[in-house]
């Protein structure tokens, strides 16, 4: 039985990392949560948490899977780079920072660029393995209930200068108020607490604000998801769910983007006709992005991670000292040794 770790910073981690946690304990393995930043009570009944680095160094995971940039370096086991998001249009998405023996890349869109990292550095392996976060995204409920209006999800960014939430407040309560379509709205972890009272405060029949974490279930029941610049455009579309956005940075013929509020309404109607050119354009897309769609990205993870513990994988060089880099983590964690 090997014993592996998660560490993680921000609680939308969580469902990123679940179904790895069951890949994992289905092969009768163990798996342990290390939690930067995030209260023990986001986890669930028995996902156990390692408060201390010791309790870390005493567990010895033989690896560390991440779905963030930072790692520390003097936790045992080999450090897995997992990502926190889908889509390469983040800022830093190809940024190596010198922590990771192993990139499990989600497509030939972030596998491509990595393999020349590799190359270039020399101190990392690339395996493409697809999201672990996508599995359930792949396993649509067998049976799904009918809904009475056609439903919209909107999840906006929390930047302020990409967030469309505190433009379109008053459009979305207009058209929640009018009864034609059901709205859930679904805010990042680090959303303003300002812009989600002003959510909050129209809430009514036809619109909720969602405190689920997960998003997947959010989007097996949209219809049409309605974001700006937020990783949630690449999850709507491995979803066959058309997407509209406002004022995006990430623009496409995958999405419908508009630049004025009062366009919102007319870009929801036409995304939900499905225009044949716009769903082309996005399942073009998933091909680069994440051409596998079996639901099977987290067995394949550990397939690659076996791969380098059992010494398969051609031999790296050293990675760099990241000094400062591990510095910080040490005075994050209080811990001060170097063995």
């Known amino acids: 039985m090997r ?33 930067e930043s995030v209260e023990p009570s986001a986890l669930g009944p028995g996902e156990k948490v390692l408060a201390t680095v010791a309790e870390v160094k ?21 450090k897995v780079q997992i990502f926190h998001a889908c889509g390469v249009g983040k800022k830093g998405h190809f940024r190596i920072r010198g922590f990771f023996d192993l990139y499990c ?15 270039e550095h020399e101190h990392f392996h690339v395996i493409e393995t697809g999201w672990p976060k996508n599995d359930p995204l792949f396993r649509r409920p067998a049976e ?56 909050l405060a129209i809430q009514g029949e036809h619109l909720h604000v969602s405190e689920e974490h997960d998003l997947v279930p959010l989007l097996h029941q949209a219809d049409v998801v309605v974001s700006d610049t937020s990783s949630v455009i690449y999850e709507a579309v491995l979803a066959d769910v058309p997407v509209v956005t406002f004022r995006t940075a990430w623009p496409g013929a995958h999405l419908l983007d508009i630049s004025e509020p009062e366009d919102l309404e007319g870009a929801i109607a036409a995304a939900l006709g499905r225009p ?39 031999p790296l060089k050293p990675k760099p000292l990241n000094l400062w880099r591990r510095f910080r983590l040490r005075k994050l964690l209080g811990y001060y040794r170097f063995r």
């Open 3 to 35: 014993r592996f770790l998660f560490y993680i910073s921000q609680p939308y981690s969580i469902a990123i990392l679940r179904p790895l946690q069951e890949a994992i304990r289905a092969r009768g393995d163990e798996v342990c949560w290390f939690l």
């Open 144 to 199: 799904e209930v009918a809904a009475v209006r056609p439903r919209v999800l909107y999840a906006p960014t929390f930047s302020p200068s990409l967030a469309s939430a505190p433009t379109l407040c008053d459009t979305v309560a207009r058209l929640s108020k009018s009864g034609a379509w059901d709205w859930t709205v679904k805010f990042h972890s680090k959303m303003s607490p300002e812009w989600e009272a002003q959510y």
């Open 58 to 78: 005493e567990y010895s995971p033989a690896a560390v899977f991440v779905p963030g940039n930072w790692v520390p370096d003097f936790f045992p086991g080999v």
């Open 276 to 314: 044949e050119a716009l769903i082309q354009a996005a399942r073009d897309l998933v091909a680069e992005m994440h051409p596998n769609t079996d639901g099977r990205a987290s067995e394949r993870v550990l397939e690659a991670t076996d791969l380098l513990l059992a010494g398969e994988l051609p």
């Open 105 to 119: 890349t989600h497509g030939p869109s972030t596998t491509e660029p990595f393999e020349e990292l590799a190359s």
